[in-house]
């Protein structure tokens, strides 16, 4: 897929993930009040889904309306973040790490578990219009630094890749 941004043409596929440590989850676990299921679960595909659906809650019980639609299906472990990130991009798949809320740090490096996002399609709510009052938000895009992204200026795609990667 080539994507035409404001008239510059890319050979990349945008893929938007958020990248959480241990600490990170137990915060997300405390945060949407599903850490004593945690102690409950004895699989790591059971822990997985957990904190996919802790996530999906999350981002479905905001206050900040810009993020409601947004979800996760897939997670994976990753030792090696930035080896992952070069070995994607020599097939054209450009991962763009981002936050899923202002206190959470955008991790490109090291080790941790790495969430798919995409936006949920709603018929009542265009991309455009859910996406429109999003703030500035701090992305990573790779090894570079970070970018303040001004939301409504570069909406020309998809919810997160029209509003920099930030939810």
């Known amino acids: 897929m080539i994507l035409n941004i404001m008239g510059f043409e890319t050979k990349y596929d945008y893929i938007y993930y958020t990248v959480l440590d241990m600490q990170d989850i137990l915060e997300l676990l405390r945060e949407v009040g599903t850490i004593d299921e945690m102690m409950d679960t004895l699989s790591m595909s059971e822990r997985e889904r957990l904190w996919i659906d802790s996530l999906n809650k999350s981002f479905r019980y905001s206050k900040d309306d810009t993020v409601n639609n947004f979800r996760v299906d897939e997670a994976r472990y ?4 930035k080896q992952w990130y070069h070995r994607n991009m020599q097939h ?5 790490f981002v936050q899923y809320n202002d ?9 941790g578990h790495m969430f798919y996002l995409y936006e949920k399609e709603d018929d009542d709510i265009s991309v455009d219009q859910s996406v429109a009052s999003l703030p500035s938000r701090r992305v990573r895009q790779g090894t570079s630094n970070y970018q303040i992204i001004n939301g409504p200026d570069s909406i020309d795609l998809d919810g997160l890749a029209g509003a920099g990667g930030r939810l």
């Open 92 to 96: 054209n798949e450009c991962p763009v």
């Open 78 to 81: 990753c030792d090696d973040i």
């Open 103 to 111: 206190i959470q740090s955008v991790k490109i490096d090291g080790e």
